[in-house]
C-alpha cells in the first residue's frame, strides 16, 4: 500500500513531459487498478484487516505523564471502511484526471496542474488509509495545501487567488480545532487503554487494534474532556467539509477549474472531513452532547445550503451549494451514531456530485459560460451531457432506482429510528426531509434552465456540441454509477458493514427497517420539487418573481448568502484586519525595534562592546570570576532559599 | 590484572595512540603530505570507532569483539576503578569519534600547499584520546586529567597555523582562560576530596552525602563550594554563559575546521564532564528524597545544584540566541548558536533523569552533524572566495544548489525542523523535561521559545541563500553598465574529503530524522543504564 503513494509521488515527477498529462493519467489508472485491488480484497472479506505499521519513534514510560510510555507510528491501515473510501478516490480521481486532458488543454500552467492534482491524488489515498490520527492529520494539511493551489490555479484572476486564500483561512480555522482535539483526546486518553494493549498513546494512537474496533465506549475519561475533543474534531471536520457556520468557502472555490471541483470539492477532500468524523465515532466514540451538536450542524446546513441553492444564477455555484448541503445528510447520519450510513451516501455522492459537475463542465466548456440564464435548448445538441446530468439530478433528489435514494433513504430512516429516543433530534430531521424537496427543485430548475427551451437565451453562445470521448467516457462511466452505486446495499456483504459501523457506536442497528411510509413520502417531495422545477422553468419558460412579491426580500437574502459572507468578510476587515495591523505594528516596532535597539545599544557602547567581545583577555577573566561569584551566590543563597520555598524539583 | 584485560576495553584508545605515534613517525621521515596522514587519522579513528560501536552491542559488529565483563562491573565487588565502561560512555565515545572521523575525513581536501598536516592530525588525533578517557572516567582526578590531555592539544590545534596571527591570538586567549579554568576545577575536586574522603564519582554516589561522619553539619558548604568550582571549570569547556567569552573569538579565529572539531567535538565533551560530575549528587539525592533517613532539615544538594544547572542553562540559551540574532558574520552567529545549543543540552542533566539524558545525548548527537558539519561547509565555502559575512552568501542556494540544500538541511536541523535529527532530539528532551514536572516544565517552555527565536536567524541565513541575489563585481569605472552578472564562482566542489564528510553529515541528519528509533533506542537504554550503573 505504501507504494501506492509511492506511485502517485513518482507521478508528481514527471509532469515536465510533453505528455504530461497522459503520464498522470496512467499513474492515476496505475492507482486505480491497484486501489479497486485492495478494495475488493478488503470487501470480499469483511472480517480482514491489513493494518502495516513502523514505530517513528517512541518515549519509555514514565510514571506521571505517559505511565505506558508514547509512541508514534508511520502505517496504514485498509479495512472496509477505508476500502470503500480508496475506491472513491481512486475511481473519481481516474475519470477526472482523464477528463482533464481535454478540459484543460486549451490551459497554461499544465505541468503545474497535473503535477498538484497527482500530490493530491497521493495525499487523498495517504489521508484514507493512514492508520493514526497523527498521520491522518498529516495527509489532512497536505490535501488542504493541495485544495489551496489548485482553487488559485487561475491565480492571474483576482476572485481565484482571493477565493483560494478564503479556503486556506476558513478551513485553517478547522485545523487548529482539529488538532485541539487530537490533544486532547490524547492527554484523556494518555492513562487508558483496552485491556492488555498498553494504552492507546503508548499504541502510537491506532485506529485498530487487530480486528476490534478501538476504544469505543469501554474506556473511561472525563467526559467534559471528551465533549470538548468531540467539539474540536468537529470543528476540524466543518471546517474541511463546508459545514455550517465555515461553509463559506466552498461556493467560492468553483473558482478553481471544474475538474477540481470535481474531484477535491465534492467528492474527496471535502468528504474527508465526513470520513473523519465517522472515524472519530466508531473508534473513539462521540459522547451524547457531542452527538446531539453533530446531528444539528448536519440539519442545519443541510437546509441553509440548500435553499441557498435555489436562487443562484451560476450552475456551478448550485451544484456546490447541493455539495454542502450533500454533506450536512453525511453529518447528521453519523452525528445519529450511523457512520458507515453516512459514508455508504458520502460514497454514493461521490459518484453523482462528480458526474454532476463534470457534466456542468463539459456545458461550460462549450458554451463558454456558467450562467444559467444564457443558456437554453443545449439538450438538442448536447444528447450525452443532458442526459448525464439529467442522470445525476435524479441520483440527487433521491429518485429510485438511483444511487441517491438507497444512500439517502437511509439516512432519513436510520435517523427517523432514533427519535423516539432522541425527541431532541425532531427540528433537524424535518430541516433534512425538506432539504429533500429543496434539493430535488434546485438541481432541476438548472437542468431546465440549461437544457430544455428551444434555443439558448443569450443568442451569442456559440454553437454547442457534445465534448469527444475523453470527456464522454468520464460521464458514462459516472452515469453507470450513479444509476447502480446504490445497489450496493443487496450486497450481504456490505449491508454487513453498515450493521457493523451501526453497532460499534452502541446504537441498535436500524438502517434495515427503513419505513416505506417514509421513502415514500421523500420520493414523493423529491418528486414534488421536481414537478415544481418544471412548472416554473420548464420548456425554456423564466419564471421572473415580480418585484412587488412578498418573497422578494427572501431571495435577497438567499441570493446574499445570509448575508453571513459579507459578515465574515466585516469581521476579517475590521477583526483580523487590525489585529494584521497590530501584529505589523508589533514587528515593525517590537522586534526590529528590539533588533533595532540592541544594535543601538551596542552601537552607542560601541568602546564597551569592543571590549567585552573583542580580546582583552583579562576581561575574560574578570567574566570567570564574576561568573564565579554569581554561581555561589546562586548556589549558597538563592538555590537553598528556592528549594525551602518550593520544595525543589 | 593481566595485559590482555586491562588492554581490551582500551583498544580503541590504543588505536588513537598508535596513529599519534604513526603520524609523528611519518614526520621525522619527511612524509608529511596532507592525503597521506589524514587517511592515516580517518582511518585509526574509523576502526577505534568500530571498536566502539561493537562494544555497545550492535549486532553485525559484537562479532568484532566484546567488553570483557570486568570492565562493565557495576558492582565495584574489587574497590572503586580509575574507569568505567557505562553504555553512556560508550555512546559518547561513538560521538566523539564520529566527530574527529568527520573533521579529518574533510580535511583530506585542505589545499596542497598549507603546511603543519602532521601537526594538525596529530594533535586531533590525541585531543580524540583525551576525550574518549574523559568518556570512561570514574574518578575525579582521572576525568581532570583526561580533560587536560584534550584542552592542551586544542590550545595547540587552535594556533597551529603560526603564521596566521588570528588563530594565534585565538589560542593565546584560550589558553588563558583554560588553564584558569583548570585551576578552579581543580580546587573543586580538592575541596570535594575534603568532604567526602574520595575522589571517585562512584564512590560519591555510594557514600551518604550529607550526613556521613562526624560534623554533618559541615558538609554542605564545603560540598557545595566543591561542586561550585567545579561547575565553573567545566563550565568553561561547555561553553555556558557566562563562561562563553573566549569561545566566540576562538571560534571565529581558528581555522574552521578546528572550529568544527572545537563545537562538534571538544566541546560535548565538557558536557559529558557534567553528566558524570553531577549525576551522583543530583540522582543520590532524588533517589533519597523519598522516606530515607537522608531527607534531613539540611540543604538538599540536588535541588540546590539543579536550580543552579537551570539558570545557566536558560541563561546560556537566551544570550546566545539574543546575540546570535545581531550577528552578521557567519562563523560568529554559528559559534553563539552553538553557545545557546549548550544551553538545551545542559538541560538534560539539570532534570537529572534517564529520559532527559537520552534527550541531551542524542542533542549533542544531532549537533555534532548539524554544527559540526556547518562549519565543514563554512571552511568549503570560503575556499571558494566566499566571504565570512551573511551577505556573502547571497544567491548561493541558486549558484551552488548542492551545498546551498545541504547547509539549508543542517540549519533546518538546528531549527528543530520535523523530519530532521534536530526535531527529535529537541523533542525527546522537551518532553522529558516536562515529563519531570514541577519547574523543569518552564525550563521545557524557555526552551521552545528560545527554538522559536533561533529560527529567525537561521531562516534569515536561508532567505539570504536562496532568495537575494549576489551582488554583481564592482564594475571598473567608465564600463558599460548592463554587466550585473554576479562574480563567477571557481569551478571545483569541495574536493572528495569534504564533500564526504557533509554528504554523510546530511545523510545521518535525514536518516535518523525520518527514522530514529534505532539510535533513539540506542541512546535511552545507554541513559538508563548510566542512571542505574553503581547506584
Given amino acids: 500500500m505504501t507504494a501506492f503513494v509511492v506511485v502517485g509521488l513518482a507521478g508528481t515527477r514527471l509532469k515536465r513531459l510533453e505528455w504530461g498529462g497522459w503520464v498522470a493519467v496512467g499513474f492515476a489508472g496505475a492507482a486505480l487498478i491497484v486501489g479497486v485491488l485492495v478494495a475488493a480484497g478488503a470487501m470480499l472479506d469483511p472480517g480482514r484487516y491489513t493494518n502495516v505499521q513502523y514505530t517513528w519513534f517512541q518515549l519509555p514510560p514514565s510514571p506521571g505523564t505517559f505511565p505506558n510510555g508514547f509512541e508514534l507510528v508511520v502505517g496504514t491501515l485498509v479495512d472496509p471502511i477505508s476500502a470503500l473510501m480508496l475506491l472513491v478516490v481512486t475511481v473519481v480521481g481516474f475519470l477526472v484526471m482523464l477528463y482533464s486532458i481535454e478540459y484543460m488543454h486549451h490551459d497554461r500552467g499544465l505541468p503545474r496542474y497535473y503535477a498538484e492534482l497527482s500530490l493530491f491524488l497521493a495525499a487523498m489515498t495517504g489521508l484514507v488509509i493512514s492508520n493514526n490520527l497523527f498521520e491522518f492529520f498529516l495527509f489532512w494539511e497536505l490535501v488542504g495545501l493541495c485544495s489551496y493551489f489548485l482553487i488559485g490555479f487561475y491565480y492571474e484572476k483576482p476572485s481565484a487567488s482571493s477565493a483560494a486564500k478564503e479556503a486556506f483561512l476558513v478551513t485553517r480555522v478547522g485545523d487548529v480545532m482539529f488538532l485541539l482535539g487530537i490533544f486532547l483526546y490524547f492527554y484523556n486518553y494518555r492513562f487508558a487503554g483496552p485491556a492488555g494493549s498498553g494504552g492507546w498513546a503508548a499504541n502510537g494512537f491506532v485506529f485498530v487494534n487487530g480486528s476490534q474496533p478501538f476504544l469505543a465506549g469501554t474506556m473511561g475519561g472525563n467526559s467534559t474532556l471528551l465533549t470538548v475533543a468531540g467539539i474540536m474534531i468537529l470543528g476540524g471536520a466543518a471546517g474541511k467539509s463546508a459545514q455550517f457556520p465555515l461553509h463559506v468557502w466552498l461556493p467560492d472555490a468553483m473558482e478553481g477549474p471544474t475538474t477540481v471541483s470535481a474531484l477535491i470539492h465534492a467528492a474527496t477532500m471535502v468528504a474527508a472531513g465526513v470520513y473523519l468524523l465517522a472515524v472519530t465515532s466508531l473508534f473513539l466514540g462521540f459522547t451524547a452532547t457531542d452527538q446531539l451538536l453533530i446531528v444539528a450542524i448536519g440539519g442545519i446546513t443541510t437546509f441553509f445550503a440548500a435553499t441557498m441553492a435555489v436562487v443562484h444564477p451560476d450552475i456551478k455555484r448550485v451544484i456546490a451549494y447541493s455539495t454542502i448541503s450533500q454533506l450536512g445528510y453525511m453529518v447528521l447520519a453519523v452525528g445519529a451514531g450511523f457512520a458507515m450510513v453516512g459514508l455508504f451516501h458520502l460514497f454514493t455522492h461521490a459518484f453523482f456530485k462528480a458526474l454532476l459537475f463534470l457534466s456542468a463542465g463539459a456545458v461550460i466548456h462549450a458554451v463558454g459560460t456558467q450562467d444559467l440564464f444564457k443558456m437554453g435548448g443545449l439538450r438538442k445538441t448536447m444528447k450525452i451531457t443532458a442526459t448525464a446530468f439529467a442522470i445525476g439530478g435524479l441520483a440527487l433528489a433521491g429518485i429510485p432506482p438511483f444511487a441517491g435514494f438507497w444512500s439517502k433513504d437511509d439516512i432519513l430512516g436510520s435517523v427517523y429510528a432514533q427519535l423516539g429516543a432522541h425527541p431532541a433530534y425532531w427540528p433537524f430531521f424535518i430541516l433534512a426531509v425538506a432539504g429533500v424537496f429543496l434539493t430535488a427543485y434546485y438541481i432541476f430548475r438548472a437542468w431546465f434552465l440549461a437544457f430544455s427551451g428551444d434555443r439558448p437565451r443569450d443568442p451569442t453562445l456559440p454553437h454547442a456540441h457534445d465534448p469527444t470521448w475523453r470527456m464522454t467516457v468520464p460521464l458514462v462511466t459516472l452515469s453507470a454509477l450513479a444509476v447502480g452505486a446504490g445497489f450496493l446495499i443487496f450486497w450481504p456483504n456490505f449491508q454487513g458493514l453498515l450493521l457493523n459501523g451501526a453497532g460499534v457506536a452502541g446504537i441498535p442497528p436500524t438502517y434495515g427497517t427503513t419505513d416505506l411510509l417514509l421513502s415514500a413520502m421523500s420520493v414523493l417531495l423529491g418528486g414534488a420539487g421536481i414537478a415544481l422545477a418544471w412548472y416554473l422553468w420548464g420548456n425554456g419558460k423564466v419564471f421572473v418573481l415580480p418585484e412587488s412579491s412578498a418573497v422578494q426580500p427572501v431571495r435577497k437574502l438567499l441570493l446574499n448568502r445570509y448575508y453571513m459572507k459579507a459578515g465574515y468578510d466585516w469581521i476579517g476587515a475590521k477583526g483580523v484586519y487590525s489585529i494584521a495591523r497590530a501584529a505589523d505594528f508589533f514587528d515593525q516596532f517590537v522586534i526590529d525595534g528590539t533588533v533595532h535597539g540592541f544594535e543601538r545599544m551596542f552601537a552607542a557602547f560601541s568602546d564597551r562592546l569592543r571590549r567585552i567581545q573583542s580580546g582583552v583577555v583579562s576581561d575574560y577573566a574578570a567574566y570567570v570570576v564574576g561568573g564565579l561569584i554569581a554561581v555561589f551566590v546562586l548556589l549558597l543563597f538563592v538555590a537553598p532559599y528556592l528549594v525551602a520555598k518550593v520544595g525543589g524539583g | ?535
Fill in chain 2, 1 to 535: 590484572m593481566d595485559l590482555t584485560s586491562f588492554a581490551g576495553p582500551f583498544l580503541p584508545e590504543i588505536v588513537l595512540l598508535a596513529g599519534v605515534l604513526l603520524v609523528y613517525l611519518l614526520d621525522v621521515l619527511k612524509l608529511r603530505s596532507n592525503e597521506l596522514v589524514g587517511s592515516i587519522a580517518v582511518a585509526a579513528t574509523g576502526f577505534a570507532l568500530l571498536f566502539v560501536v561493537a562494544d555497545l552491542g550492535f549486532t553485525p559488529f559484537a562479532l568484532l569483539r566484546t567488553l570483557p565483563a570486568s570492565s562493565v562491573d557495576p558492582t565495584f565487588s574489587g574497590g572503586y576503578p580509575l574507569y568505567a565502561f557505562t553504555s553512556l560512555g560508550l555512546v559518547f565515545q561513538a560521538i566523539f569519534l564520529l566527530a574527529t572521523c568527520l573533521v579529518s575525513l574533510a580535511s583530506l581536501s585542505r589545499p596542497r600547499e598549507e603546511r603543519g598536516a602532521p601537526i594538525f592530525y596529530g594533535l586531533l588525533l590525541l585531543a580524540t584520546l583525551g576525550m574518549l578517557l574523559v568518556a570512561v572516567a570514574a574518578d575525579l582526578i582521572f576525568l581532570l586529567l583526561a580533560i587536560e590531555v584534550t584542552s592542551l592539544a586544542t590550545y595547540l590545534l587552535v594556533g597551529y597555523t603560526r603564521r596566521d596571527s588570528r588563530s594565534l591570538e585565538a589560542a593565546m586567549k584560550m589558553y588563558i582562560i583554560g588553564a584558569l579554568s583548570t585551576t578552579l576545577s581543580f580546587f573543586g575536586a580538592s575541596l570535594l576530596y575534603g568532604a567526602y574522603g574520595t575522589t571517585n564519582l562512584y564512590a560519591i554516589r555510594a557514600i551518604g552525602i550529607l550526613n556521613t561522619g562526624a560534623g554533618a553539619g559541615s558538609y554542605p558548604v564545603l560540598v557545595l563550594l566543591g561542586y561550585g568550582f567545579l561547575i565553573v571549570g567545566l563550565a568553561f569547556k561547555a561553553t555556558l554563559v557566562p563562561f562563553h567569552a573566549w569561545a566566540v573569538d576562538v571560534y571565529d579565529g581558528a581555522p574552521t575546521d578546528v572550529t568544527a572539531f572545537l563545537a562538534g567535538g571538544s566541546k560535548k565533551m565538557g558536557l559529558f564532564a557534567f553528566f558524570l560530575v553531577l549525576l551522583a549528587p543530583i540522582l543520590f539525592v532524588r533517589t533519597v528524597a523519598s522516606g530515607s533517613p537522608f531527607t534531613t532539615t539540611q540543604v538538599a544538594l540536588g535541588p540546590v545544584l539543579q536550580i543552579t544547572l537551570a539558570v545557566l542553562a536558560v541563561l546560556t540559551m537566551t544570550v546566545g540566541n539574543v546575540l546570535a540574532l545581531l550577528q552578521k558574520e557567519m562563523k560568529r552567529m554559528l559559534a553563539y548558536s552553538s553557545i545557546s545549543q549548550a544551553g538545551y543540552m545542559l538541560i538534560g542533566i539539570t532534570v537529572g533523569t534517564a529520559p532527559a539524558l537520552a534527550g541531551a545525548t542524542l542533542q549533542i548527537f544531532a549537533h555534532v552533524f548539524m554544527k559540526g558539519g556547518a562549519f565543514l561547509l563554512v571552511a568549503g565555502v570560503s575556499a571558494w572566495g566566499i566571504g565570512p559575512l551573511i551577505d556573502d552568501w547571497k544567491g548561493l542556494g541558486t549558484r551552488r544548489p548542492l551545498a546551498g540544500v545541504a547547509f539549508a538541511l543542517m540549519l533546518l536541523s538546528m531549527a528543530g525542523v520535523p523530519l530532521t535529527v534536530g526535531f527529535v532530539s529537541k523533542f525527546v528532551l522537551f518532553s522529558a523535561a516536562v515529563q519531570a514536572q514541577g519547574y523543569f516544565v518552564w525550563l521545557a517552555i524557555a526552551g521552545l521559545l528560545n527554538s522559536a527565536l533561533s529560527v529567525f536567524y537561521y531562516a534569515r541565513v536561508l532567505r539570504v541563500m536562496f532568495f537575494e541575489q549576489a551582488a554583481p563585481n564592482p564594475l571598473p569605472a567608465g564600463t558599460v553598465v548592463g554587466g550585473s552578472e554576479p562574480p563567477i564562482l571557481p569551478a571545483g566542489g569541495f574536493g572528495y574529503g569534504r564533500a564526504a564528510a557533509i554528504g554523510l553529515v546530511v545523510i545521518v541528519i535525514v536518516a535518523v530524522g525520518v527514522y530514529p528509533q534505532m539510535v533513539l533506542g540506542a541512546v535511552q537504554s545507554a541513559a538508563q543504564h548510566f542512571v542505574n550503573f553503581g547506584a
